[in-house]
């Protein structure tokens, strides 16, 4: 299974980021997740990432939504892998890190790194 990494940065946040090599439908699982900012003393926005791919269908919150922590990095290590579903790639993927409240990028960020297991789903066996 391909292993996907999307580095999310205060410069290409809220924009389409290239995925070279999926194109197609990919069964996804979310591997983790890594959440830096400037910003401390004491402040735990709740953060969403939001995208055009990664959707919980059957959630209250459509999107991956956490509370960062009072320190500036949070990583989510997942032993079981967040199964996403059978997703259509075009080459690209949206992704918007946004804190609820304000609805725009959290204050003080600077990165987010998404780990994706991506498990093609184009081929069939021709017997």
């Not at 996907?4 to 980021?17: D, F, G, K, P, R």
């Not at 990919?26 to 969403?48: A, R």
């Not at 946004?98 to 184009?122: M, V, Y």
Request: charged fraction near 10%; aromatic fraction near 10%; include cysteine.
């Amino acid at each position: 299974m391909p292993y996907c990494q999307i580095l999310v940065t205060s410069a290409n946040n809220n924009s389409y980021i290239p995925i070279p090599g999926a194109m197609g439908r990919f069964n996804v699982k979310l591997l983790s997740l890594q959440f830096h900012s400037t910003t401390g003393g004491g402040v735990h926005p709740t953060v969403q990432v939001q995208s055009d791919k990664l959707v919980f269908q059957y959630s209250s919150s459509q999107y991956f939504t956490f509370i960062s922590n009072a320190s500036t990095n949070l990583t989510l290590d997942n032993c079981v892998p967040l199964h996403i579903g059978e997703i259509f790639f075009d080459g690209k993927i949206f992704i918007n890190c946004i804190d609820t409240a304000t609805g725009s990028a959290p204050a003080g960020f600077t990165q987010l790194l998404i780990n994706l297991s991506l498990e093609d789903k184009n081929t069939k066996l021709v017997l």
